[in-house]
């Protein structure tokens, strides 16, 4: 057995080592995702955040090792609550936030393009004034205790549909000397090459998310945008281009349900060959979901499994596919929603929890010290009693919130199956880069 990934740092000094017991049935624990490679099996602990390698036919030789490092458990060992105790204790010992040092900043709510499928339809359409932009900028000055550069994360709406309160915010953190970084998550539209000049200059714009629905036939009616412009997808394609070029990390996503999966096939084609090779370029699929607007459902949850990964597959062996590295912390906190050191500023100053802001649920403002805990704490209760939840693999690095609309559902067979082939490619992925590297020595 040889390790590839130590365990965290921080799971492993509260798991520390389990015994080996003479006379005690061990199984393998509901925590591992396991992954085929050339020279075995790799077992990746997602609690443990640990990866070793089992050669073929080294089971029996490994057994005890496995069972100090909690790969094997005993037959009625509940691991759940197991993991449930390592992070409550681990919540407990880490400290406190002081300061806040991620924003996330919708400039608008409103947008220039109609997506049939958009999450907001039917919600106000609001843009941050100047006096709001100069009060987000000063309150984020405030909130940061200015140890630490700022990570700032516009979104919207269209967020470059509002450029004036991206350039007031960025122009008063320039002129107080504050250390900051920002990504975007945008249609590309706005994103030419004199924006794009200014926003790698004053507003430090270092990547963007840009959403691709289909070919450029299917693109364009898709987008429905309101500007005038001939052909908007191949302006989406040139401003990506000079984005990448100018250094830039650009993740397409490409938004699919069942009316546009073959289109999107031949979308991967096109993309992939155009931006092939430049390394600051991935892209992945996202099944579109239903909010309030309508989506085109595949008759079953298998067709529409089988379609996701032949797309995903087909990306991966372009080499374009998004696969983030394994996690180096114990999972504490779902996303920005639950985590203290992130702030959700919307165009008219309210605070929020989540960008995927719901009217009515927000915390506070940048306007007043006052804070609605009840609600901040609400945004941090765990659903985690699915019945798929007591076996699942992904327990220790799944954290589900009540309020988050895309747990509205449940936990589908879709969601894990998905989640399952993230973690795989994960661990490929790794093992890969390990073998690299030792090669290299």
Same mark, same amino acid.
């Given at each position: 057995?040889?390790?590839?990934?130590?365990p965290?740092?921080?799971?492993?000094?509260?798991?520390?080592?389990?015994?080996?017991?003479?006379?005690?049935?061990?199984?393998?624990?509901?925590?591992?995702?396991?992954?085929?490679?050339?020279?075995?099996?790799?077992?990746?602990?997602?609690?443990?955040?640990?990866?070793c390698?089992?050669?073929?036919?080294?089971?029996?030789?490994?057994r005890?090792?496995?069972?100090? =490092?909690?790969?094997?458990?005993?037959?009625?060992?509940?691991?759940?609550?197991?993991?449930?105790e390592? *992070?409550?204790v681990?919540?407990?010992?880490?400290p406190?936030?002081?300061?806040?040092?991620?924003?996330?900043?919708?400039?608008?709510?409103?947008?220039?393009?109609?997506? *049939?499928?958009?999450?907001e339809l039917?919600?106000? *359409?609001?843009?941050?004034?100047?006096?709001t932009?100069?009060?987000?900028?000063?309150?984020m000055?405030?909130?940061?205790?200015?140890?630490? #550069?700022?990570?700032?994360?516009?979104?919207?709406?269209?967020?470059?549909?509002?450029?004036?309160?991206?350039?007031?915010?960025t122009?008063?953190?320039?002129?107080?000397?504050?250390?900051?970084h920002?990504?975007?998550?945008?249609?590309?539209?706005?994103?030419? #090459?004199d924006?794009?000049?200014?926003?790698?200059?004053?507003?430090?714009l270092?990547?963007?998310?840009?959403?691709?629905?289909?070919?450029?036939?299917?693109?364009?009616?898709?987008?429905?945008?309101?500007?005038?412009?001939?052909n908007?997808?191949?302006?989406?394609l040139?401003?990506?281009d000079?984005?990448l070029?100018?250094?830039? =990390?650009?993740?397409?996503?490409?938004?699919?349900?069942?009316?546009?999966?073959?289109?999107?096939?031949?979308?991967?084609?096109?993309?992939?060959?155009?931006?092939?090779?430049k390394?600051?370029?991935?892209?992945?699929?996202?099944?579109?979901?239903s909010?309030?607007?309508?989506?085109?459902?595949?008759?079953?949850?298998?067709?529409?499994?089988?379609?996701?990964?032949a797309? =995903?597959?087909k990306?991966k062996?372009?080499?374009?596919?998004?696969?983030? #590295?394994?996690?180096?912390?114990?999972?504490?906190?779902r996303?920005?929603?639950d985590?203290?050191?992130?702030?959700?500023?919307?165009?008219?100053?309210?605070l929020?929890r989540?960008?995927?802001?719901?009217?009515?649920?927000?915390?506070?403002?940048?306007?007043?010290?006052?804070?609605?805990?009840?609600?901040?704490?609400?945004?941090?209760?765990i659903?985690?009693?699915?019945?798929?939840?007591?076996?699942? #693999?992904?327990?220790?690095?799944?954290?589900?919130?009540?309020?988050?609309?895309?747990?509205?559902?449940?936990?589908?067979?879709?969601?894990?199956?998905i989640?399952?082939?993230?973690?795989?490619?994960?661990?490929?992925?790794?093992?890969? *880069?390990?073998?690299?590297?030792?090669?290299?020595?």
């Amino acid at each position: 057995m040889t390790e590839i990934l130590a365990p965290i740092d921080a799971a492993a000094k509260l798991c520390g080592q389990q015994k080996v017991k003479a006379g005690v049935n061990y199984r393998m624990t509901h925590h591992c995702v396991e992954a085929a490679c050339d020279e075995g099996r790799l077992l990746y602990h997602t609690l443990l955040g640990s990866i070793c390698l089992i050669p073929s036919g080294g089971e029996e030789e490994a057994r005890e090792e496995l069972i100090r =490092r909690w790969y094997l458990v005993p037959e009625a060992f509940d691991e759940n609550s197991f993991a449930d105790e390592v *992070r409550k204790v681990a919540s407990l010992i880490k400290p406190k936030a002081q300061h806040k040092d991620h924003f996330t900043i919708l400039t608008t709510t409103d947008c220039n393009a109609r997506c *049939r499928y958009c999450y907001e339809l039917g919600r106000k *359409r609001v843009s941050m004034t100047r006096e709001t932009a100069e009060a987000a900028a000063e309150y984020m000055i405030r909130q940061s205790g200015g140890d630490r #550069p700022l990570r700032l994360f516009w979104f919207g709406g269209e967020p470059l549909y509002n450029i004036p309160a991206i350039e007031t915010i960025t122009g008063i953190l320039n002129d107080r000397g504050i250390a900051f970084h920002s990504g975007t998550t945008s249609n590309g539209f706005y994103l030419t #090459p004199d924006v794009l000049r200014k926003a790698r200059e004053d507003w430090h714009l270092e990547n963007a998310q840009i959403t691709i629905d289909g070919t450029q036939g299917v693109y364009n009616r898709v987008k429905a945008y309101i500007d005038d412009c001939e052909n908007p997808f191949e302006r989406v394609l040139s401003n990506i281009d000079a984005a990448l070029a100018s250094g830039m =990390r650009i993740l397409i996503r490409l938004n699919m349900d069942r009316n546009n999966a073959a289109d999107i096939s031949d979308a991967i084609d096109e993309l992939c060959g155009r931006f092939h090779g430049k390394g600051n370029c991935k892209i992945y699929v996202a099944l579109l979901r239903s909010y309030k607007s309508k989506v085109a459902a595949f008759d079953s949850e298998q067709e529409q499994l089988a379609c996701y990964f032949a797309l =995903r597959e087909k990306i991966k062996g372009y080499g374009m596919l998004r696969i983030p #590295p394994l996690s180096r912390q114990l999972k504490l906190n779902r996303c920005k929603a639950d985590n203290d050191t992130c702030e959700i500023i919307l165009p008219d100053g309210q605070l929020d929890r989540c960008h995927h802001y719901t009217e009515g649920e927000q915390v506070g403002s940048i306007f007043r010290e006052d804070r609605d805990q009840a609600m901040i704490d609400a945004w941090k209760e765990i659903q985690k009693d699915y019945q798929a939840c007591k076996t699942c #693999p992904a327990y220790p690095v799944c954290l589900n919130l009540k309020k988050c609309d895309w747990n509205k559902d449940g936990c589908t067979q879709t969601d894990r199956a998905i989640h399952r082939r993230s973690l795989e490619d994960q661990i490929l992925q790794h093992y890969e *880069r390990a073998k690299t590297n030792q090669a290299g020595l």
